[in-house]
């Protein structure tokens, strides 16, 4: 199903197939309350902030996207390529600490992103909404970028369970800010009033609170073995030492 497949993708792939699912920007919400909001309208896979006023929506649309999109693709393939470089080197205890240092990165965004949107939705224009969403674009695609990285280089340690592990907390990071994202729109259009059905919108975001409690709760047991994968390579590590003096002083 299409959950299924946003739950398998990186945070910054889930973003652009939210905006097409939810193709309502700013631009089209202002249309019923042009007073309550800039005209501008975001591109939520770019990140990109157009400006609406010198021309009708949807005019020159389609070059101005596809090429942000090439960009956008151009500079996280380069991105992904340096977090690569730095990550190679690393053995298995290195990379372990390396992921749990993106995931706590992860949760003080999240923290951040959701702050900075509560901060708009409590103003009353909402003019800052498509820099919210830009910035956390950026933020949550350098983050990926670092975690696959290392889900890339354990791949190459054959360290299947950890390998398993930071892969499922991958998936569930997508499906996490998908999620919020698309819980930000609906509460976005409650308050702009554009809702002829406010009731089923409450819904949507009291389902969405809902599976985000489920997906930190999961993330946070996968995060409890990852640390148990830690201590049992660190033993490892130790062992291994120990034997090579042993085996220094015995020569």
Known sequence: ??????????????????????????????????????????????????????????????????AAAASDAAAETDEYGRALLAVQPLGPVALIQEFKAV????????????????????????????GIVAWATKRFQSLSCRARAVIEVLRRHSTPAMLRLATRVQELEAENLTVTAAMHLDQVRLHLETESQPQLVLSSISRNEQRLDEIKRDIGKLMDEIQCELVDADDGDEHDEAAAVEAEGAS
């Open 103 to 130: 995931q706590a990165e992860r949760v003080l965004e999240f923290t951040e992103y959701n702050r900075r949107f509560k901060e708009a939705l409590d103003s009353a224009s909402l003019q800052t909404y498509p």
């Open 1 to 66: 199903s299409r959950d299924r497949e946003l739950s398998a993708m990186d945070p910054a792939k889930a973003l652009e197939i939210l905006a097409q699912r939810r193709p309502q920007t700013m631009a089209e919400l202002a249309q019923s309350r042009p007073d309550s909001v800039s005209t501008q309208t975001v591109d939520l896979a770019s990140g990109q902030v157009e400006r609406m006023r010198s021309q009708p929506a949807g005019v020159g649309a389609e070059p101005r996207a596809a």
